[in-house]
């Protein structure tokens, strides 16, 4: 493509299956200097034009195919989306009018005099205005000679609705007085004098139920791009001429200089002229540790200034700022995952024709045998109905609404029904370290006294001097002497040193707590020993600070983030369901491998970058291998996306959450243990749905050609397969966590 080209994110609607997005796609290709790739589960087309081509173009091409296309607008919450709200609506009507259908059909006592006729005005909008979709996406499809599961539903609706129209007006269904038993027993008949208005609005309602669940999922698609693009600064105190003003961060340029004060987010990704901080990074990287930055050191936009006022100078603004590439990398590796069509729809792609050809065969063997018109047309109808799609359109939802229903109570959401594919092919699971295996909090976990020092008194002193201080290091101090001392005493006197420590009075002693250059400036140096414990500390990743009071280094205290008391057992379990476990981790390989060893992991990527999580991910699937990830910072959001399922803790990033296709809201690798359990076992029961709902069609549709099998009979088949599919699902109600003390 030439410099002069353009590139298109265009919003496509009226997309209910792969092959739509698949015909589009072809249908935009056929234009000269178009390439063009169109997604489903985003509903979205990427294409680049040539010079020449205008977007109208496009979107006109995308309209004779028979669907919508428009530029990217802003995305309307899902209860605000008109085309969202529609559904629902339809939904709300279609049950609302089908349960006094189904019930008056059902039970006999119910059936007043009349009652068929006011079945059909209930009936009638349901099957024309609330299955309205179906019925349109069957005609579009059969424009093009392709046939889906709205053909299926389509096809079913009409001609229950129809037959049920023909036996009101000209057989005797119509008739006052009537009733209708529901009974299994086999009775060969005309049948023109059984209505079927149950099955079509039944089927109406429950499609459309399955359809409003699939919305509702799509819907939420960008959520991770707009967690990303919440999360950096709105405003900016920008300095020109000597003047610092506030205003839109729209107007920052590169090569502007602007304020960052204490407990503010950097506008944008720059280098520090003035000031010393330390910058928490967390909720970009998913690092606990605050970063110390002076004059000269780079920052990224979004972090945090925990401690002093910087003055800073742009270096990348916009879509160029580490936060626009991050959210970039999220929407490729989404647009790039392929979506699996649902197995219904491969299903329905054989079995819709199929069914077809048996009607017509049936209809015609009738009249050549001699049969009579009305016996021929009973049979090929109830051929038709015995395919009515109503447990195959249970199946999925059914299944779904009970496990995710189930996971919820466990602490595991699951987003939708295309995640649980993925479940069953993982035999890879990448972990982050930070917040993931570990806690992602700081702690005090190691206290090293000089010889005749007490321990319990380095750390008194430490903290009560720490307790003055904000920064994430000094609190798990404080936190820890907390723990096992109790009170602390008061401070006075106390200066922080940007980056380098703190110092005051405590109890009368001149107190210094931070890194030995401090200490230094006070001709203050550890022996052998302290020197060993901090750079013991240092190579494990661990962050130590150096104590020392009245001209005497006294100790060194050792904060690190822990590693979560359920993870080895977890990973055990992880091992158990066939996984391999990858520890991912930015830590050198002699602390990756000490935590890796804990826990139980063979396999560690150290030392990687958060721009090269979604490298190794790509690495193990270019091994063949199948990947889950399991993350919970910002810079786990495209990882989890390129992953073949994205696992994302609650106690995480909103960034990676939305990324992620299962989110644990425990927090820990138990829930990752049980979101897999219980995918796999709700897809089980999806498959298993789906197998004995068109185990019913196989069986009965001989019955039905061989006229043994009336259409009342048939419609009682399948509302059984209806019945069996919803007891099936139940069962996942019975689906225990595998964590051992869970409340369920």
């Not at 109503?390 to 995710?404: D, K, R, S």
């Not at 979604?614 to 910002?634: T, Y």
């Not at 068109?694 to 009336?710: E, F, I, K």
Request: aromatic share 6%.
């Amino acid at each position: 493509m030439t410099d002069t080209g353009a590139v298109y994110d265009l919003e496509i609607g009226g997309m209910t299956c792969a092959s739509c997005a698949a015909r589009i796609e072809k249908r935009l290709n056929r234009l000269d200097g178009v390439t063009a790739s169109v997604n489903y589960a985003t509903e979205k087309a990427h294409v680049e034009a040539q010079p020449g081509v205008d977007v109208d173009d496009l979107i006109s091409e995308v309209v004779r195919t028979g669907y919508s296309a428009a530029l990217p607008r802003e995305e309307e919450a899902p209860d605000t989306d008109p085309a969202y709200r529609l559904l629902r609506l339809r939904l709300i009507i279609a049950a609302t009018l089908a349960i006094p259908v189904i019930a008056l059909a059902m039970a006999e006592p119910l059936q007043f005099p009349g009652w068929q006729w006011a079945s059909l005005v209930l009936a009638t909008p349901v099957v024309t205005w609330a299955a309205w979709p179906f019925h349109r996406a069957t005609w579009l499809n059969a424009r093009h000679r392709a046939v889906t599961m709205d053909t299926l539903i389509s096809v079913g609706v009409t001609a229950a609705y129809l037959w049920s129209l023909y036996a009101l007006f000209f057989g005797t269904a119509g008739m006052w007085g009537m009733t209708h038993p529901f009974r299994f027993t086999i009775e060969r008949g005309d049948g023109l004098g059984s209505i079927y208005l149950e099955v079509a609005a039944g089927v109406t309602t429950f499609l459309l139920l399955g359809r409003f669940l699939e919305q509702r999922s799509k819907r939420r698609a960008g959520a991770a791009l707009r967690a990303l693009g919440e999360l950096g600064a709105k405003d900016v105190a920008i300095v020109r001429g000597g003047v610092e003003e506030r205003m839109p961060l729209s107007r920052l340029l590169v090569g502007d200089v602007f304020v960052v004060r204490p407990g503010e987010k950097i506008a944008t990704d720059g280098v520090v002229l003035e000031g010393s901080s330390a910058i928490d990074a967390s909720m970009l990287t998913g690092e606990s540790v605050p970063v110390e930055v002076g004059a000269g050191d780079g920052v990224t936009g979004a972090t945090v200034n925990v401690g002093g006022r910087l003055l800073v100078r742009a270096t990348r603004v916009g879509s160029d700022t580490q936060l626009a590439r991050m959210a970039q990398l999220v929407e490729e590796a989404q647009s790039g995952k392929a979506e699996a069509q649902r197995l219904a729809d491969r299903l329905s792609a054989v079995f819709v024709p199929i069914v077809f050809v048996i009607a017509a065969v049936t209809l015609v063997a009738w009249l050549l045998a001699g049969g009579g018109a009305a016996a021929a047309f009973t049979a090929a109808v109830a051929v038709l109905i015995i395919a009515c799609p109503c447990a195959l359109g249970l199946a999925t939802p059914m299944a779904l609404l009970v496990g995710t229903g189930r996971g919820a109570q466990l602490g595991v959401l699951i987003k939708g029904p295309e995640v649980l594919e993925s479940t069953r092919r993982v035999d890879t699971i990448v972990l982050d370290k930070t917040g993931t295996v570990t806690s992602g909090r700081m702690t005090l976990v190691d206290i090293v006294a000089a010889s005749g020092e007490d321990e319990r008194e380095v750390l008194r002193l430490a903290a009560a001097l720490e307790d003055a201080s904000e920064h994430p290091i000094a609190q798990a101090i404080v936190r820890g002497a907390t723990e096992r001392i109790g009170e602390l005493p008061e401070v006075s006197e106390f200066q922080n040193v940007q980056g380098r420590g703190v110092t005051g009075v405590v109890d009368s002693h001149a107190v210094i707590a931070g890194r030995p250059s401090l200490l230094a400036d006070w001709a203050l140096h550890l022996d052998d020993e302290l020197a060993a414990a901090f750079a013991r500390a240092e190579d494990e990743a661990r962050t130590a600070v150096a104590v020392a009071w009245d001209g005497k280094v006294r100790g060194v205290l050792v904060v690190a983030d822990q590693i979560r008391r359920s993870s080895a057992d977890a990973i055990s379990a992880l091992r158990g369901l066939g996984l391999t476990p990858v520890l991912l981790t930015g830590d050198n390989e002699k602390a990756a491998g000490q935590v890796a060893a804990e826990v139980g992991i063979e396999q560690v990527r150290a030392g990687v970058l958060p721009e090269g999580k979604v490298s190794e991910v790509v690495a193990l699937q270019q091994q063949g291998r199948v990947v889950a990830m399991v993350g919970d910072g910002v810079n786990d959001a495209a990882a989890l996306a390129q992953s073949d399922l994205g696992i994302a803790m609650g106690t995480g990033t909103d960034a990676a959450i939305e990324a992620s296709d299962l989110t644990l809201v425990r927090g820990d690798l138990w829930g990752a243990v049980d979101a897999i359990r219980l995918a796999r076992r709700t897809l089980g029961t999806i498959r298993g749905n789906l197998f004995w709902a068109l185990a019913y069609n196989v069986a009965a549709l001989p019955l039905a050609a061989l006229g043994l099998l009336n259409p009342m009979l048939a419609g009682a088949a399948m509302a059984f397969s209806s019945v069996f599919v919803v007891l099936n699902s139940l069962r996942l109600r019975r689906f225990r966590s595998a964590a051992p003390g869970v409340v369920e």
